[in-house]
């Protein structure tokens, strides 16, 4: 007799075999939304035949299990209506990935974005007949014969260390795949495709380029609608767009992955550079900067050249090698270094706008988000191990400050794991990670686990903003390194008069100033507070004959620092106010001639509209209660 086990429910069968689905009918889960089963723990088919007792859990399609088999089968349909209007195509991958699927194909022809919806009538055509999904077990030998006329599968199934591999078959298709999946494509209802890219075959640029088709699904027909809304709005957000549209930044094929940022760009980072340095001066760190270029031993030293090497641009000078950095720490190190240090000098607070060049594959870039070359703004911080858990809660608190309290987001905190490729001991980890866990929970910090995502020299803490329209960002960090100070020697004269091993945490708020810019715009949608608008007041003559006094009011307000612009053209003032207002300008002052001879100035504000007549003063003091942390 077999046992099955729900929490308090128990199911005993006579049956030596017996599928999950019956099991979870018998215990008195089912229920349509049920689309698998997790069997003492595993992720399993409805369909699988158990013939031993165990626990059960019913997977439904609401739940982020769920949700993830769902996007994963409605990848496989996308690919079975590939395959009957495109015959003779080859599928690559096709996975489950955050909010939706997607599949990479070697297409018999040529698919387009306008042929997306061809593709999805096919889909649901092959839903509403209810296509049976199975699964079934094979031999290396018999799966490398099954996909003999296929070369994608087969390099697949010859690299798999394993001598079983699953295929699952609806209709004409079949593909390698573990699974679960749902039981037929009629569970399939909610779904959309979105986009299509290229994508190298396991991503490598000397490989054949696939056709990447990008999808999502959901449980419910409103979750997908209101899914499709946000892409709509993100599409009006987007910072590649807002920034040609207000002249911050621009991108050229002369140097893919390297922004030219415009003046008015500049005045947005220089003002997002000045509020970080002037935080950071009041926190106790001290500002250094480090050489672009330095020694390959360097970075063999740090461990960079053995785990980072391919992402690193070299160069050779008196025939040696040099590597420009991708990284702050080894060079803060050397600054270190470069005296005795007690504990009476910890913790040594390093703080430094560094920048790095990474070699990111071009497939990848994607405006300011994605580039090669970017400011991070980092900071290196030297403690005794004794105090972790204290500076560790102080960047957090400065975090806070900083995401939610000045740019209004809010954040999720992942604590990230040993990764294979670590260097150290299992004790060194151990202390850790158990240090990172002890400062999350003694400040009641929500936190998830991300298992294995930590850095290769120690585990982190990673920050994840939510934009207003639901989008999550990854930005700041807090990594606790054991490795670095040892394999560069690094040490302090502790109380007792020998020298000790600092701990070093690496951290950044902005992550790169680049990225956190382009997050900005997308967040605001280009229209940036007051503080940060990189124009923040124009100035609108009505007539040529009131420039002067436009220039004296622009005078005035340089002597504040505050930015401000003049529209000299010769146009109507309903066409200078529009374009202001498009240019999404916090204020904009209409000058004529009552203005010029009272000395006043017409207000305008971007989301009021007309404010009235005031005097400048009266205007500066309107000016006075916007939210500037930079005061």
């Known amino acids: 007799m077999l046992q099955f086990k729900h929490e308090d429910r128990q199911y ?33 088919d409805l369909s699988r035949i158990v013939s031993t007792s165990g626990e059960v859990d ?13 996007r994963h089968s409605t990848a496989h349909l996308m690919a079975q209506a590939i395959l009957r209007l495109y015959p003779g195509s080859h599928f690559g991958v096709g996975p489950a990935i955050k909010d939706g699927f997607y599949y990479d194909v070697d297409v018999a022809g040529t698919i387009t974005e306008d042929d997306l919806p061809k593709i999805e009538a096919e889909m649901r055509k092959i839903a509403g007949a209810g296509e049976k999904v199975s699964r079934s077990d094979m031999t290396k030998d018999e799966a490398l014969k099954f996909f003999q006329n296929d070369p994608y599968k087969t390099e697949l199934i010859t690299d798999i260390d394993a001598p079983t591999v699953s295929v699952y078959k609806q209709g004409e298709y079949a593909d390698l795949c573990r699974g679960p999946h749902v039981s037929d494509a009629s569970k399939i209802h909610n779904f959309k495709l979105l986009s299509i890219a290229g994508a190298y075959w396991r991503g490598d640029e000397h490989n054949k380029m696939l056709t990447r088709i990008y999808g999502t699904a959901f449980a419910t027909p409103d979750e997908l609608k209101e899914y499709i809304r946000r892409m709509e709005e993100a599409k009006l957000r987007d910072h590649r767009k807002l920034g040609k549209d207000l002249d911050l930044f621009s991108l050229h094929e002369e140097g ?4 030219f940022f415009h003046p008015k760009g500049m005045a947005v980072m220089n003002t997002l550079i000045e ?49 420009i950095k991708p990284m702050n720490c080894p060079g803060s190190i050397l600054v270190y270094k470069t005296q005795l240090r007690s504990y009476r000098d910890l913790p040594m607070r390093l703080a430094e706008l560094g920048c790095v060049h990474r070699h990111e594959k ?28 204290e500076e560790v809660t102080a960047i957090m608190e400065l975090d806070k400050y900083f995401y939610t309290n000045v740019f209004g987001f809010k954040y999720t905190v992942e604590l990230s794991t ?23 929970e003694s400040t009641n910090t929500p936190y998830t686990i991300n298992p294995g995502d930590g850095a290769f020299y120690g585990p982190k803490i990673d920050f994840h903003l939510e934009d207003c329209i639901g989008r999550t960002w990854q930005c700041g960090t807090i990594q606790l390194d054991f490795q670095l100070p ?54 609108i003559p009505i007539a040529d004959s009131h420039l002067d006094y436009a220039r004296e009011l622009q005078n005035a307000f340089m002597n504040q620092n505050l930015r401000s612009e003049i529209d000299t053209r010769s146009e109507k003032l309903g066409r200078k106010i529009r374009d202001a207002q498009m240019q999404k300008i916090p204020y904009m002052l209409v000058v004529g001639d009552k203005e010029k001879e009272n000395h006043t100035v017409g207000v305008r504000e971007r989301s009021k509209g007309d404010l009235g007549s005031m005097s400048l003063d009266e205007f500066m003091n309107v000016l006075s209660k916007e939210f500037n942390p930079l005061r």
């Open 12 to 44: 005993n069968s006579d049956s030596e075999n017996i599928t999950l689905h019956e099991v979870i009918k018998a215990l008195g889960l089912d229920n349509k939304k049920v689309i698998a089963a997790k069997f003492n723990g595993e992720l399993s």
């Open 58 to 70: 019913a997977i439904t399609i609401d739940s982020p299990e769920g949700l993830e088999i769902l």
């Open 256 to 259: 893919p992955g390297f922004p």
């Open 275 to 323: 509020f970080w340095r002037r935080e950071h001066i009041k926190r106790g760190y001290t500002e250094i900067k480090t050489p672009q270029i330095l020694d390959r031993e360097l970075w063999v030293r740090s461990g960079h050249w053995d785990h980072y090497r391919e992402n690193m641009y070299l160069t050779e000078i008196d025939e040696k090698t040099y590597a």
């Open 362 to 389: 071009s497939g990848v870039l994607h405006g300011l988000m994605r580039v090669r070359c970017f400011t991070q703004d980092d900071a290196h911080t030297y403690i005794e191990p004794s105090k972790i858990r």
């Open 418 to 440: 040993r990764p294979d490729d670590s260097m150290g001991t299992d004790e060194q980890w151990n202390e850790a990670e158990n240090a990172l866990r002890e400062a999350l």
């Open 486 to 539: 040892g394999r560069f020697d690094v040490t302090y004269i502790g109380e007792d008069g020998a020298e000790h091993t600092p701990v070093l945490i690496h951290r950044v708020v902005f992550g790169s100033v680049e990225r956190f810019m382009g997050i900005l715009i997308e967040h605001y949608a280009g229209a940036f507070p007051y503080w940060l608008a990189p124009v923040q007041i124009k100035i």
